[in-house]
């Protein structure tokens, strides 16, 4: 399975920036998708997560400013990041579930960069 993310870069706070995760060598549709995100010294944490039927969920830090969906034609996952803020700076990681379900992360994408500057 991989998993390529891209999309990062540097935007100033109150920005906007899309990632995007192209996925390939496992059954995207069924399968659960997640972002992920860490910081220099922190552990890496939840940012939102869609399951094959759409269901959405979120970090609290991050809703109603990021959305996250799904192209099963293209086999890839979006985070539209609204609203930045400083403190959203981080290197953010796409995930793949197992199930259809968020069941937590059985394969990892490379990191994107995501810089906010103030």
């Known amino acids: 399975v991989q998993l390529q993310a891209s999309g990062g870069g540097l935007v100033q706070a109150g920005g906007s920036l899309r990632l995007s995760c192209a996925a390939s060598g496992h059954s995207f549709s069924s399968s659960a998708m997640g972002w992920f995100r860490r910081t220099p010294g922190k552990e890496r944490e939840f940012v939102a997560r869609?399951?094959?039927?759409?269901?959405?969920n979120y970090a609290d830090s991050v809703k109603g400013r990021f959305t996250i969906s799904r192209d099963n034609a293209k086999n890839s996952v979006y985070l539209q990041m609204n609203s930045l803020k400083p403190e959203d700076a981080a290197v953010y990681y796409c995930?793949?579930?197992?199930?259809?379900?968020?069941?937590?992360?059985?394969?990892w994408g490379q990191g994107t960069q995501v810089t906010v500057s103030s």
């Open positions: 869609i399951d094959s039927d759409r269901y959405t």
């Open positions: 995930a793949a579930a197992r199930r259809a379900w968020w069941s937590g992360a059985a394969y």
